[in-house]
């Protein structure tokens, strides 16, 4: 479905279901042969009546009509894309109230995927790390409520609260059969450092968890400090990196171009922003390797495309999420309220990254795709508490250190 025909339903789509819940009910929709010359929006119009009409002349009870207004407008947000959300005028109270009293927070971030509320990626040390939950686990439901049935705007809502309140998930797990009970006490998150080491064959290694605000200076002092030990080849592992800022991002990855796009930003009424490298901002020439996994998302997402785009480096490792946009909020005067993307974020060549992801030059599997070797034998008992597994062999890691070997080989 192109983005005009879906911006037309959803206009077309709440002028109708409002004039159907005041009362106007009397004009039918048969009269639509006699509209052919109509445009697109208008008849798509004809469709939505003819549906409401029949739901309240036919349907086997006296529907809610309230209810099912509810149910078609988070549909139809929904079906925009995952960011984008609708808040009744009950929910848009509660979402307010939170935003303004919340101070902590799970530590994880979560997007919707097939209908739930999926967690992209988990910070390390945080909540949602300590109590057993990964990257790639579904929440069914929070406090009992399914998240189905919640926007994306409301889900994280519920999952934000006071320090040291608790918060009641239901997971569904990969190879676990029945879903899983997890409490999770909320914490006012720090930003955590950027980690960095030496590694063998003089290459530096930089991962910087989350690119919130000042993470591109910290990561800059990281990539000078490695040079100074005398790295001469640099990796930056933005696995598991899914939280922060946009423009972080484009900061990060101007810290290794010199020229070139690193990104631009646009939508049907949003003029375009276009980001260039500054050759003024890049602090090494370096050879490169970027990880990433389905746990990359957003401003990691930033930096993987415009190092790929501008082959200034390779991308190693799984096809990231795929997260990139922007959203406008929309007050209705019935208390109601939209979150509406109105631009996206895209590649040097032209791809958006909403919903589309980077997709790696070199495809290396994650461990996370490997099933795990239980210390316990199938047959216990099951518990609430995260199974213990053995460690497994960062195979992507590896695979790098020989991808930046054989360009050293190369070079020389």
């Given at each position: 479905?192109?983005?005009?025909?879906?911006?037309?339903?959803?206009?077309?789509?709440?002028?109708?279901?409002?004039?159907?819940?005041?009362?106007?009910?009397?004009?039918?929709?048969?009269?639509?042969?006699?509209?052919?010359?109509?445009?697109?929006?208008?008849?798509?119009?004809?469709?939505?009546?003819?549906?409401?009409?029949?739901?309240?002349?036919?349907?086997?009870?006296?529907?809610?009509?309230?209810?099912?207004?509810?149910?078609?407008?988070?549909?139809?947000?929904?079906?925009?894309?995952?960011?984008?959300?609708?808040?009744?005028?009950?929910?848009?109270?509660?979402?307010?109230?939170?935003?303004?009293?919340?101070?902590a927070?799970?530590?994880?971030?979560?997007?919707?995927?097939?209908?739930?509320?999926?967690?992209?990626?988990?910070?390390?040390?945080?909540?949602?790390?300590?109590a057993?939950?990964?990257s790639?686990?579904i929440?069914e439901?929070?406090?009992?409520?399914?998240?189905?049935?919640?926007?994306?705007?409301?889900?994280?809502?519920?999952?934000?609260?006071?320090?040291?309140?608790?918060?009641?998930?239901?997971?569904?797990?990969?190879?676990?059969?029945?879903?899983?009970?997890?409490?999770?006490?909320?914490?006012?998150?720090?930003?955590?450092?950027?980690?960095?080491?030496?590694?063998?064959?003089?290459?530096?290694?930089?991962?910087?968890?989350?690119?919130?605000?000042?993470?591109?200076?910290?990561?800059?002092?990281?990539?000078?400090?490695?040079?100074?030990?005398?790295?001469?080849?640099?990796?930056?592992?933005l696995?598991?990196?899914?939280?922060?800022?946009?423009?972080?991002g484009?900061?990060?990855?101007?810290?290794?171009?010199?020229?070139g796009?690193?990104?631009?930003?646009?939508?049907?009424?949003?003029?375009?922003?276009?980001?260039?490298a500054?050759?003024?901002?890049?602090?090494?020439?370096?050879p490169?390797?970027?990880l990433?996994?389905?746990?990359?998302?957003?401003?990691?997402?930033?930096?993987?495309?415009?190092?790929?785009?501008?082959a200034?480096?390779?991308?190693?490792g799984?096809?990231?999420?795929?997260?990139?946009?922007?959203?406008?909020?929309?007050?209705?005067?019935?208390?109601?309220?939209?979150?509406?993307?109105?631009?996206?974020?895209?590649?040097?060549?032209?791809?958006?990254?909403?919903?589309?992801?980077?997709t790696?030059?070199?495809?290396?599997?994650?461990?996370?795709?490997?099933?795990?070797?239980?210390?316990?034998?199938?047959?216990?008992?099951?518990?609430?508490?995260?199974?213990?597994?053995?460690?497994?062999?960062?195979?992507?890691?590896?695979?790098?250190?020989?991808?930046?070997?054989?360009?050293?080989?190369?070079?020389?």
């Amino acid at each position: 479905m192109s983005k005009k025909l879906q911006v037309s339903l959803l206009l077309s789509s709440i002028v109708i279901i409002a004039f159907a819940v005041v009362g106007g009910w009397g004009v039918h929709a048969s009269s639509s042969s006699n509209n052919k010359n109509n445009d697109g929006a208008y008849s798509h119009m004809q469709v939505y009546s003819e549906v409401l009409y029949h739901i309240r002349a036919e349907y086997v009870e006296e529907p809610n009509m309230p209810v099912v207004t509810n149910g078609a407008l988070h549909g139809l947000l929904e079906s925009l894309d995952a960011n984008s959300s609708y808040l009744s005028p009950a929910e848009y109270k509660v979402f307010k109230q939170k935003k303004g009293e919340s101070k902590a927070n799970v530590g994880a971030t979560v997007s919707k995927r097939y209908g739930y509320a999926a967690v992209v990626a988990v910070i390390p040390g945080g909540p949602a790390d300590k109590a057993g939950v990964s990257s790639g686990d579904i929440i069914e439901a929070i406090e009992n409520k399914s998240t189905h049935e919640m926007s994306l705007a409301e889900v994280r809502s519920e999952l934000a609260g006071e320090v040291g309140s608790r918060v009641n998930c239901t997971m569904i797990r990969a190879r676990k059969i029945e879903p899983q009970k997890v409490t999770i006490i909320r914490e006012a998150m720090n930003p955590p450092a950027a980690q960095e080491q030496m590694m063998a064959d003089n290459t530096g290694y930089i991962k910087p968890v989350v690119l919130t605000k000042g993470k591109a200076q910290e990561i800059s002092n990281k990539i000078k400090s490695l040079q100074k030990q005398g790295a001469k080849k640099l990796i930056l592992d933005l696995r598991n990196d899914a939280d922060g800022d946009e423009e972080e991002g484009v900061a990060v990855a101007n810290l290794f171009l010199g020229k070139g796009t690193i990104t631009y930003l646009t939508g049907q009424k949003f003029n375009r922003v276009n980001y260039a490298a500054d050759p003024q901002k890049k602090v090494t020439d370096l050879p490169l390797v970027v990880l990433v996994n389905r746990g990359t998302s957003g401003p990691a997402e930033i930096i993987a495309a415009a190092i790929l785009d501008n082959a200034r480096g390779d991308i190693l490792g799984d096809k990231t999420f795929g997260d990139g946009s922007v959203q406008k909020l929309i007050e209705v005067p019935d208390g109601s309220a939209l979150l509406l993307s109105i631009a996206k974020y895209y590649t040097p060549n032209g791809k958006a990254i909403q919903e589309n992801g980077i997709t790696p030059n070199i495809q290396v599997a994650s461990a996370d795709d490997l099933p795990p070797v239980a210390d316990d034998d199938d047959n216990s008992s099951p518990s609430d508490e995260p199974q213990k597994v053995q460690p497994k062999e960062d195979e992507q890691l590896h695979r790098a250190i020989e991808v930046l070997k054989n360009k050293t080989q190369q070079k020389s």
